[in-house]
């Protein structure tokens, strides 16, 4: 099975959608490690309860390119081949960027390339869009800005609001990133 990092920054509900995924027995994916860039992350508790190993570290005090050397020496050494980022709020060097090129997805909630960056669910609601969504792309240097790998349109209904809109789509994206990761680890 090829062997997948998530990094997380908070709850960690799409970390957790994959790990219940890869205990499919024809997942192509393991799950080896979960690392986080916040200690407090409650992700992290969850991983620990599967039997999953963590790695936590703040990044506050550290430059960017230093603290991702770290996460990188961590997820080299659990023998990750592919790096799934979660809900993971940090942006990422350039090195570590490239480092990973074509093996590290990200899923961000939007149909993109419509509304990168934060408040996705309030901007598609404010601009009377029919649909939110969700995406799986490669990640890249530009943020959210790498291919598109998978979609899943969720049609708005007239009294969402954000909240109600990001927890619909929550449900798409746990379902669209195993589904897309499977595929994406089967091709590469
Ligand atoms: C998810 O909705 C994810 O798409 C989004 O943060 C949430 C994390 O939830 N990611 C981004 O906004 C990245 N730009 P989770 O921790 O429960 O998976």
């Known amino acids: ?27 192509p994916f ?3 490690l979960v690392a986080s860039n916040d200690p407090e992350a409650a992700g992290l508790e969850l991983a620990r309860a599967e039997g999953i190993p963590t790695f936590a570290h703040s990044h506050k005090g550290l ?12 997820i080299r050494g659990a023998g990750a081949q592919f790096v799934a980022l979660a809900g993971y709020m940090r942006l990422l060097s350039p090195e570590f960027v490239t480092g990973w090129a074509d093996k590290m997805l990200n899923i961000h909630p939007s149909l ?9 669910h309030e901007r598609a609601l404010e601009a009377g869009d029919s649909h939110g969504g969700c995406s799986v792309h490669i990640v890249t240097a ?30 798409a994206e746990h379902q669209l990133y195993s589904r897309t990761l499977a595929d994406y680890v089967r091709r590469n």
């Open 112 to 120: 993109l390339p419509k509304y990168k960056g934060l408040h996705t």
């Open 63 to 74: 430059k960017r390119a230093e603290f991702d050397a770290i996460l990188d020496a961590q």
């Open 142 to 171: 530009e943020l959210d800005d790498g291919p598109v790998l998978g979609q899943t349109e969720v049609a708005i209904l007239p009294d969402d609001t954000p909240d109600t809109l990001a927890a619909r789509v929550l449900i």
């Open 1 to 27: 099975k090829a062997r997948v990092a998530v990094l997380i920054s908070g709850r960690g509900s799409n970390m957790a959608a994959l790990v219940y995924a890869a205990k499919a027995l024809d997942c």
């Open 30 to 32: 393991e799950i080896v």
